[in-house]
């Protein structure tokens, strides 16, 4: 299958600092990518929608001027945590389509840490 | 996008077959059956799709029952890697679809 790489792959940031996660698509262009948080020991939450060179779609109650989402290019989205705060810490997880393919690659996932 | 019912665990002997099912009675016509599973502090990995036939791949086999308000999963001869969590997820496929998790199956393979 194709390969979704994300960066970095752990962080550790205090309190009220902002974080930027990228994530990238190595062998296919990814017209949407979604952008999903777990928590420990629960599902995969989605958090929003993008579709390249459009503003993202937030699903309901996640904060979109705390968790800005770009996806400048088809091989490039990045999700920036604004002013983070412990209860931010979590897992977040990357995904790529292209177009209406059946298939949605899932990279290795960003463990943020807020202290 | 139509909801998931799965068992949230289960146990399945190394080099036996691991049956897992779902029920998603309330699906519609156009909608596909998706399985991925994500082991512990991965990303989820894709598996196996299917709309109304059985499908089988390198990994695993789906069988969709008739009426299609059911299927399986099929670990044929599971290994310890298989230790995970398997999603079942209905999903229409198109450009505004999105993949919705339910709370999966945690499948505990032992030796």
Redesign the interface.
């Known amino acids: 299958g194709a390969v979704v790489s994300q960066h970095p792959s752990w962080v550790i940031c205090k309190s009220g600092t902002s974080v930027k996660i990228e994530c990238r698509s190595l062998d296919f262009q990814a017209t949407t990518m979604f952008w999903y948080r777990q928590f420990p020991k629960q599902s995969l939450m989605l958090m929003a929608t993008s579709n390249e060179g459009s503003k993202a779609t937030y699903e309901q109650g996640v904060e979109k001027d705390k968790f800005l989402i770009n996806h400048a290019s088809l091989t490039l989205s990045t999700l920036t945590v604004t002013s983070a705060h412990p209860e931010d810490s979590s897992f977040y997880i990357c995904s790529g389509r292209e177009g209406s393919s059946y298939e949605q690659y899932f990279g290795p996932g960003t463990r943020l840490t807020v202290t | 996008d139509a909801k998931t019912t799965q068992p949230t665990s289960m146990d399945c002997a190394e080099g036996r077959a691991a049956n897992l099912p779902c029920n998603h009675s309330t699906i519609s016509g156009n909608e ?1 059956v998706y399985w ?1 599973r ?1 082991i512990h ?6 598996i196996i ?1 299917g709309l109304k036939n059985n499908e089988t791949n390198e990994m695993a086999s789906l069988i969709i029952t008739e009426d299609r308000k059911s299927s399986t999963l099929i670990l044929p001869h599971a290994t310890l890697r298989d230790t995970a969590v398997y ?1 079942c997820i209905v999903r229409v ?3 505004t679809d ?7 199956t945690r499948l505990q393979v032992f030796p």
């Open positions: 596909y991925y994500q502090s991965q990303g989820p990995q894709y799709h999603y496929v198109g450009n999105k993949l919705i998790f339910g709370t999966g």
